[in-house]
């Protein structure tokens, strides 16, 4: 079955140190997006890429960075400089391209999430 | 700027009771897209439904229905006998139109609905 894989589910890590979030999927999906979850904040846009070797900066980048070398595969490294690293990661991709009324068509596909625990 | 308020923030019911989750939305694009989404405990999002701004028809589908009123921009998520395995945290987003960056899809706080046996 298709579908958005990130791992691991869960991750711990020293105050100091990068860590890279995995999130692969097989959908053929061009565009992908990281999102941040906060309890009571909603989901807060990281990063998105929508084809490969590009990507643009979302509401909240400082401190993260991504790569989009395959389709496939978004990588999303949180760097020391993230002031609160701990946090629920999600995630996404849609198909792009085509018609306005055919990418509407078209929804997020969410993967389950990687939970970072910084200390 | 765009905002999605989900004033809710828990909602805890009976089972087979009905209950309604709000939706305000601000947004100055007369082209816009609503959608609700629904995070059971696994953690993932699942998309439930999608609204465009020229669509103001309600939705039903089965136990779930969508009441969308753009003259109170409102677009309210009810749930019908609900069961146990309603229990999640329920979002609801807004995206603008696709020259200003569709992708960008702003969400809401979240609504943590418990269904109570």
């Known amino acids: 079955d298709g579908g958005i894989t990130q791992s691991p589910k869960y991750l711990f890590r020293k105050e100091g140190q990068n860590v890279t979030l995995s999130c692969e999927q097989n959908l053929n999906h061009d565009a992908m997006y990281w999102y941040r979850q906060d309890p009571g904040q909603g989901l807060r846009l990281i990063y998105y890429s929508q084809i490969v070797n590009d990507f643009q900066k979302g509401d909240i980048a400082e401190g993260y960075s991504v790569s989009r070398e395959k389709k496939e595969s978004f990588p999303l490294t949180v760097t020391s400089a993230q002031k609160n690293p701990t946090a629920f990661y999600l995630c996404a991709s849609r198909r792009e391209g085509g018609t306005e009324g055919a990418v509407y068509n078209s929804p997020l596909h969410f993967g389950n999430g990687t939970r970072l625990t910084v200390t | 700027a765009q905002k999605v308020t989900q004033a809710q923030t828990e909602i805890s019911v009976v089972e087979k009771e009905d209950v309604t989750l709000d939706c305000v939305y601000e947004?100055?694009?007369?082209?816009?897209?609503l959608f609700w989404y629904k995070q059971p405990p696994s953690g993932e999002l699942v998309f439930l439904i999608r609204?465009?701004?020229?669509?103001?028809q309600n939705e039903i589908s089965g136990r779930y229905s969508w009441n969308f009123q753009k003259s109170t921009s409102s677009f309210n998520f009810t749930i019908t006998a609900s069961q146990v395995v309603d229990s999640a945290v329920y979002f609801c987003?807004?995206?603008?139109?696709?020259?200003?960056?569709?992708?960008?899809?702003?969400f809401g706080q979240g609504t943590r609905l418990t269904i109570n046996p």
């Open positions: 609204r465009n701004s020229f669509d103001e």
């Open positions: 987003a807004l995206s603008g139109p696709w020259s200003q960056g569709a992708q960008k899809l702003v």
């Open positions: 947004t100055r694009d007369t082209t816009y897209y």
